[in-house]
Each structure stands twice: as structure tokens, then as C-alpha cells.
């Protein structure tokens, strides 16, 4: 062994080696992350609503609302409404019932789920009031039950829809909040629905005509799927994929005018009172009323805030100076472009004025459930000799007795019946028209899937098949025999536009316009 001159050189620590620094540096690491992880706070629970999942805190402050979706699981905060989403609830766990558990000797029923799409609750400033979003969620679940073949329904459904043909349907309520404020969680929830088993085919109800909607349906047509509005009539609410099975506000406009020809109004001098908000409906229906009655209006017309709306825009219904204008100009004929909301406090003013009080007076608009507004007041018009000329979706006063009743109303009302739901749920004609929604969306579902042999079609097809509904497979709708196709940009063909007087002044009612 060689002799060395001096000490041997000491062993380098392991921790000051390459490898020890390396491994020093990557135990910091991992005990920075545990730190990390204990101290960071988990996110905040922003679940509301007992035992149904699909709820959530949305908004601040007065805006913060409990919104989202329910299924099987029935949620309302309005209790107005618990009795009818608690129906469509045990429904929705009805129809998984069938395909989880058939039952001993039975096959496996396979479903697909529709979206209604609507606020759950109202506000002083909310255009839909609770008894018109009670009656359109009537009014879905009897279109539900009659394609699902509900408990009480005959098994011979008329419309070829019932008696359990796949594939069924499970009614998914997406609340919105009111206002439509917070669509894009209720929206982006929906989305999600669309992938997977037992998807999501199409949105129905759309709320209101307002930018909201528009955007939840623009939304909704980026990924692929259609929406159908039950009471849409703003023309320029708009989307790729969105239908709808109500008449346009010019519709209504034309509607009008083609009574007003063949009366003693045909020469009358007209005035415009408008709603001066930023809102699609008051604002497309003012543009409807100055093409169509354009010798008759004039420069004759008064704006007015009205008293809906997500943001405050002045004091609402201020209609003296509107009131003061009309028995200045002698005008005889009042076009309102304004919400139901605004119509009864337009009345009472008009009721009131100060001219040639035993001059008729007939005021003039379109819209579904105006004319509630209008009954309310039968005791004031007649005493003021005001008449209020609606035309609207639906007439269910009228068809109840069997005039101009569209082929399709009848096997409505006998499945409303027979469902246990009584006469008032008629009333606004909210419950018509989102029936009509719905059928429409099971309507196309089922046409896809009798022509694939598939139970779960794709939305891609039930999109189309939605612009072929014409002809043979036109829909026997409550409120009209309906047809869309590509060149109709998602408003109905054949739509009847009923006029409904008020007071009734005992004449048989005109023959409807339809659209063309």
C-alpha cells in the first residue's frame, strides 16, 4: 500500500453532493405543496335548494338567486309552484323507473330529456308574474304526460305520440332567474346535458322577448342544440338554431290591420304609445305598428317607462302626457307597444281623460295574456267606453266553444282534464303555448327516431327534422297545426292569430289571420 505525506481528505456530506442538493430541493418542494394544500381554503359551496343537486347560488346582494336544474328531484321557492314541479318530478322518476327497472316481463323504455328553459320567480319588475310561469310549466307537463303515456291518460292518444313510444321524455326545469339574469349557469348546465346517455335533445319555453334570451339561444346553437320559444314575438330575437311556435310581432301587426280594414276603424286617426325601454319586444312591436299603420299614426305618438326590466330607466308609467296628446290630436285609436305589466295602469289613465268622455275609444295591441289585463278591468272599460283589440297566440275562450278552434286544441283540453288541472289553467294562454313547445320538440324527437330505428337520436338530426315539420309531419299543435321548414327562419308557418274583443260585444269572432 502506498505511504501518504499527510491526512487523508474528509468524505463530502451527502447534503453538499449534487444528488443531496437535488434531493433537498425536491423534499422542499413537496413539503411547500402539503403546506399549500392544508392552508388553501376548498371552494365555497355555492349549492342551494335541499336534495336537488343542480341548484346553485348565482349573483349578490339583491341579484343573488338560487337558480340552475331540477329533475327528479322537485325544488321551488315560490310556493305557487310546488305543487306542479313536484308532478314533474315523480314524471321525470317515472319515466328513469321504466329503463332502470322495468319491471318482471317488461322491456326497458328508453328516454331523452327536454329543457324548459324559464325564470322560477317573480319581482315588481319582472315581466313574467308567477301565475303566468305556473301555467306555462302546466302547460309542459301536459305535453310530457301525453307523450309519455301518464296515469290517467287514454292509451288511444289521437296525436300518435302517447302509449309509451320511444323514446320518453324527462322534463328538465332550468331556472333562469328572474329577469333571465343568470341564463348562463342555467344554459351552461343544460350544455352538459347533451353528452352521454339519455341526452339532452332541445330547450323549450325560452322565457321572454328580451337580450337575455336571445343570448341563451345563441348559446345554445353554438353547441348544437335547438331551442323552440313558446312565446317569443320579438323579430329580432334570432338564432341559428332556435324556432318558434308563436307569431311574430309583426304578425300581430298585420293581424291587426287587416281587421281594422274591414271595420269602422278603417278611417280612424291612430296614436302611438310606446314603452321607451330597451327592450325587444315593446321595441320590435313599436317598429311593426309604424310599417303597418304608417297614414294612421303619423307623428302621433308618446313614449312612457315601463315598469319591467332589469335596470332602471325613470319613473314608470307616467301616461298623463300620453292621455293629454290623445284628446289633442281627437285620436280614436290608441296602438300600445308596450308589456301586459303596463297595459292595466294605461287603461285607468285612459278611463280617466278629460275629452269627449262618450267618444268610443279602442286601444290596440298583440300579445299572449294582455288580455287577462284587459278582463280585469271588463267594469272600467265599459263605463269609460274603451275596447281593448288583442290579437294573440291563443284564444281559449273562444276555442272552448268550439269556434275557430285549431284541430289540435281539443285532445289538449280532454288530456288537461283527465290530468286533474281545471279550466283557469287556461286563462293567460301560457299553458297552450309552452304544450305547444314541448309537442313540438317530442314531435321532432320521435320523427327522427321512427326513421333511424335509434331510441336516442342526435341532436343534429332533431334539428333538422324541426326545419322538415310541414305537410305530413306538420304538428297538430293546441294553439295551430304548425309547419316549419328552412326558408321560415324558425317562425311557424299556418299560426292562427286570434283577435279577442274586450268587452265581448256578443259578434261572432272573425276568422283568424295565420301566418304565412
Known amino acids: 500500500m502506498a505511504d501518504h505525506d499527510g491526512p487523508l481528505d474528509p468524505l463530502t456530506p451527502w447534503y453538499r453532493t449534487r444528488r443531496g442538493v437535488s434531493a433537498l430541493a425536491a423534499a422542499m418542494v413537496v413539503c411547500a405543496a402539503v403546506v399549500v394544500l392544508i392552508s388553501w381554503p376548498s371552494p365555497p359551496d355555492t349549492s342551494c ?17 338560487c337558480v340552475g336544474l331540477t329533475n327528479e328531484r322537485a325544488f321551488a321557492a315560490d310556493p305557487r309552484l310546488k305543487s306542479i314541479t313536484e308532478k314533474i318530478a315523480a314524471e321525470n322518476r317515472r319515466v328513469r323507473d321504466q329503463w332502470d327497472r322495468p319491471g318482471k316481463g317488461k322491456r326497458r323504455v328508453d328516454y331523452v330529456k327536454v329543457g324548459l328553459l324559464t325564470p322560477m320567480t317573480e319581482s315588481d319588475t319582472s315581466a313574467l308574474p308567477i301565475g303566468e310561469i305556473r301555467s306555462s310549466l302546466e302547460g309542459a307537463y301536459i305535453a310530457q304526460c301525453r307523450a309519455n303515456g301518464c296515469p290517467g291518460l287514454p292509451r288511444d292518444e289521437p296525436l300518435g305520440i302517447g302509449g309509451e313510444a320511444p323514446p320518453l321524455i324527462q322534463l328538465v326545469i332550468a331556472d333562469e332567474g328572474r329577469g333571465e339574469a343568470h341564463w348562463k349557469p342555467a344554459v351552461d348546465q343544460l350544455t352538459a346535458l347533451a353528452r352521454g346517455a339519455h341526452p339532452l335533445v332541445a330547450v323549450t319555453g325560452m322565457g321572454i322577448s328580451i337580450e337575455e334570451t336571445r343570448k341563451a339561444a345563441v348559446e345554445l346553437s353554438k353547441h348544437g342544440i335547438p331551442s323552440i320559444g313558446a312565446v317569443l314575438t320579438a323579430t329580432d330575437v334570432n338564432a341559428d338554431r332556435l324556432f318558434k311556435v308563436s307569431p311574430s310581432n309583426l304578425d300581430y301587426a298585420r293581424a291587426l290591420r287587416r281587421y281594422v280594414d274591414r271595420s269602422p276603424l278603417a278611417r280612424s286617426r291612430g296614436y302611438l304609445v310606446f314603452d321607451s325601454r330597451n327592450d325587444n319586444y315593446v321595441r320590435t312591436l313599436r317598429q ?131 290530468l286533474g288541472f281545471r279550466e283557469t289553467v287556461l286563462v293567460d294562454g301560457y299553458a297552450i303555448m309552452h304544450h305547444d313547445a314541448v309537442l313540438t320538440a317530442v314531435w321532432a324527437t320521435r320523427n327522427v327516431t321512427a326513421h333511424t330505428g335509434d331510441e336516442t337520436p342526435d341532436i343534429n338530426d332533431v334539428y333538422h327534422e324541426l326545419t322538415n315539420l310541414n305537410h305530413t309531419t306538420s304538428v297538430p299543435a293546441a294553439g295551430g297545426q304548425l309547419s316549419f321548414d328552412d326558408a321560415s327562419h324558425g317562425w311557424p308557418h299556418n299560426k292562427p292569430v286570434p283577435l279577442i274583443r274586450i268587452p265581448d260585444q256578443g259578434e261572432e269572432a272573425p276568422p283568424p289571420y295565420r301566418t304565412p
Request: aromatic letters at 6%; hydrophobic letters at 35%.
Open 288 to 418: 311593426a305598428f309604424d310599417t303597418t299603420f304608417p297614414r294612421s299614426i303619423g307623428d302621433n305618438r308618446t313614449s312612457f317607462v315601463g315598469a319591467t326590466g332589469n335596470e332602471p330607466a325613470g319613473t314608470p308609467q307616467l301616461f298623463t302626457t300620453a292621455v293629454n296628446n290623445i284628446c289633442q290630436t281627437k285620436a280614436d285609436m290608441v296602438l300600445y307597444a308596450g308589456r301586459d305589466r303596463d297595459l292595466g295602469p294605461l287603461i285607468t289613465a285612459l278611463a280617466g281623460r278629460q275629452c269627449d268622455e262618450k267618444k268610443p275609444l279602442t286601444l290596440l295591441t298583440g300579445a299572449t295574456g294582455a288580455f287577462q289585463q284587459a278582463q280585469d278591468r271588463r267594469g272600467l272599460l265599459t263605463k269609460s267606453r274603451i275596447s281593448v283589440l288583442d290579437v294573440s297566440s291563443a284564444h281559449p275562450s273562444l276555442w272552448l266553444k268550439g269556434q275557430h278552434a285549431p284541430r289540435g286544441f281539443p285532445a289538449f283540453h280532454d288530456s288537461m282534464k283527465a
Open 49 to 65: 335548494g335541499t336534495g336537488a343537486p343542480g341548484l346553485q347560488w348565482a349573483g349578490s346582494g339583491a341579484d343573488r338567486e
